[in-house]
């Protein structure tokens, strides 16, 4: 049997530029919102100062794209090469990468969407002798026309049919009021990044979005998103050699389930970065459940050795040298703001909400409401076993951990309670005649908290159990808990491997109360082995939140008006008394005028 002799010949071949140039499209261009970025950036590095975006549509698809601006506008030659791949005027070398302080550099742009539609310039540079300008057509990635023509100064960029010859990319498209969503959010972040800049967008001729050149982005931000979320926002301000941040942010009420308020700028760059959204997170710490967002405005500048902008395409991610400082410099900077105002919502206002780390400080913070010497309004005899279990939570609370002392300023003012209702909620009263509603398991909740997560390892005090408990657990809890068995006994829980899925409980923490009361073990095992869908928090930081809602003191407790008011005299010596460390809010408020005008009095 004779083998045929095979050669397949020659498999690996040069492609043509006008496939090189779709591809790279592909890779910059994805939909027509990153066909307005792109020439937005464009427009602001040659120093615009009024850029409009127009907008038209038809047939339920966008079919015009037209950006102009004032800018330094371009040289007939200098036009033409725009349209040249990796032709740009940013950089020169390699090195220059290290220094970048424009929005483009890669020399992608302007080809890439001329590869995948219909594109018009008109062009004309500041400071010309000649009052003809420069038109340029390219359709396809081919020259269609050259010549001059009447412009003002500035550049003019028209784009039509995107994406005629690739019709895979073009049926990937979304609706049109998806596809303009895109649009209106890389173009708000590009705005926020650039307030001195004015940008007006347009859609079929009516205006979607205007703002004004301003040297404050808090101006940009009322123009955007209204004056009232503008009036709320906290000002985040924090120095390193090597970084300033600033910008702003809102109180855990305002917070949001989706991250359309969440907006970062590096260097001027709006991009996504998971790094400072999730130190954003982290800064708000147990302000805020773990299902919402924050609504922040943050511009990092950041030196730029420290940025590599070239990571993708479409440079909407960054990558970050000294990672931990910069997310430990940003944590710090929304929590020091966040905890120098007064965060107790107003009644009406929806409720806080996520779930992030909170960095703990032993420092004093200033706040407009002094420590009062009253004393509480009335005091009963403990006798129902309920209220000696809740007087005994009570004076563990009551335990100096570095807590604040009566001398220093408290973040809520003095009040007396004047009632409870269903169990669950204290009613109190200051002497300005505000109205405070307070969630006793939550207030007291986030007071065990802080005394945990205050005391240091050696601390922790244990008191030993007077007969063994014998803790059952099926054989995937049993796993978890020899794995947790060095970080409980740090906590006070002192286990024991007892044999097969089985362990021995010798001691429970102090600050749990009763040692006969071992209940409580079982529900911060059953927490713990639980698996923790947000993965926000790990570590002791977990096993803290759990020890601090299993041990405070539980909603439908009856409590008598003395424990009432300890509960919170105790949460004005907190550091963050606003929520649980879950997020919930532990106090509302209702001032006169909100009362009155619930009853129509006003």
């Not at 909407?316 to 703001?337: C, D, M, P, Y």
């Not at 600050?511 to 409580?520: F, K, N, Q, W």
């Not at 005299?569 to 997020?583: A, I, K, M, S, V």
Request: hydrophobic share 40%.
């Amino acid at each position: 049997m004779t083998m045929k002799n095979e050669n397949p010949g020659p498999v690996i071949r040069l492609l043509d530029p006008s496939t090189v140039n779709k591809i790279a499209a592909g890779e910059v261009v994805d939909r027509p919102a990153s066909v307005v970025k792109e020439l937005i950036e464009n427009a602001i590095d040659a120093k615009a100062r009024t850029i409009r975006i127009d907008i038209t549509s038809s047939g339920g698809e966008i079919a015009g794209i037209r950006i102009t601006d004032d800018g330094c506008g371009m040289v007939p030659s200098d036009a033409l090469l725009a349209f040249t791949q990796y032709a740009t005027s940013k950089i020169a070398s390699i090195e220059d990468l290290n220094q970048i302080r424009t929005l483009g550099f890669r020399g992608e742009a302007l080809a890439s969407i001329a590869a995948v539609s219909r594109v018009t310039l008109i062009t004309k540079p500041r400071g010309s002798d000649t009052e003809a300008g420069t038109k340029i057509v390219v359709y396809g990635g081919k020259l269609q026309e050259q010549h001059e023509t009447g412009a003002p100064t500035g550049t003019t960029i028209l784009v039509e049919e995107l994406f005629f010859n690739t019709p895979a990319r073009k049926k990937f498209l979304k609706s049109l009021n998806t596809e303009l969503a895109h649009l209106h959010t890389i173009l708000e972040g590009i705005c926020l990044a650039w307030p001195a800049v004015s940008f007006r967008l347009f859609h079929n001729g009516r205006e979607q979005l205007m703002t004004d050149r301003s040297a404050h982005a808090i101006d940009t931000i009322a123009r955007i998103y209204g004056s009232d979320l503008a009036q709320e926002l906290i000002p985040v301000s924090h120095t390193l050699p090597f970084m300033t941040i600033s910008g702003y942010i809102a109180p855990p009420s305002l917070s949001r389930k989706d991250t359309s308020r969440l907006i970062v700028a590096i260097n001027q760059r709006f991009v996504s970065s998971p790094l400072i959204s999730n130190a954003i997170k982290e800064g708000y710490g147990t302000l805020l459940p773990r299902d919402r967002i924050p609504v922040a405005f943050l511009t990092l500048a950041i030196d730029t050795a420290l940025v590599d902008v070239n990571v993708h395409p479409t440079k909407k991610e960054v990558r970050l040298s000294r990672e931990n400082e910069i997310r430990n410099a940003v944590r710090e900077a929304v929590s020091t703001a966040l905890l120098s105002h007064n965060l107790i919502p107003a009644a009406g206002t929806q409720e806080p909400a996520f779930e992030p780390l909170i960095p703990s400080t032993d420092e004093p913070v200033s706040s407009a409401y002094p420590q009062d010497s009253a004393v509480p309004a009335a005091v009963f005899e403990s006798t129902h076993p309920g209220t000696i279990s809740s007087d005994q939570r009570l004076r563990q609370t009551e335990l100096p951990v570095g807590a604040r002392t009566p001398a220093t300023a408290s973040k809520i003012p003095f009040m007396n309670v004047i009632g409870e209702f269903g169990g669950i909620y204290l009613l109190a009263r200051t002497s300005t005649d505000e109205l405070f509603i307070i969630d006793q398991h939550a207030a007291h909740e986030r007071i065990l908290y802080e005394q945990v997560q205050r005391r240091s390892v050696r601390e922790h005090q244990s008191q030993e159990l007077i007969s063994p408990v014998v803790l059952n657990r099926t054989p995937r809890d049993a796993a978890v808990i020899r794995d947790l068995i060095p970080a409980l006994a740090q906590e006070g829980f002192i286990l024991e491997d007892f044999g097969k899925d089985t362990f021995l409980v010798r001691a429970i923490p102090v600050v749990l109360g009763r040692a006969e009361d071992t209940g409580v073990l079982d529900e911060v095992i059953s927490d713990l082995v639980r698996p923790d869908p947000s993965r926000t928090v790990t570590g002791r930081e977990r096993l803290t939140r759990i020890i601090a809602c299993r041990g405070a003191i539980k909603a439908g407790t009856v409590l008598t008006m003395e424990q009432s008011q300890r509960i919170l005299d105790q949460l004005r010596l907190t550091e963050n008394p606003y929520t649980c460390p879950h997020g919930r809010p532990t106090i509302i408020r209702f001032t006169r005028t909100d009362l009155d005008a619930m009853f129509k009095r006003i």
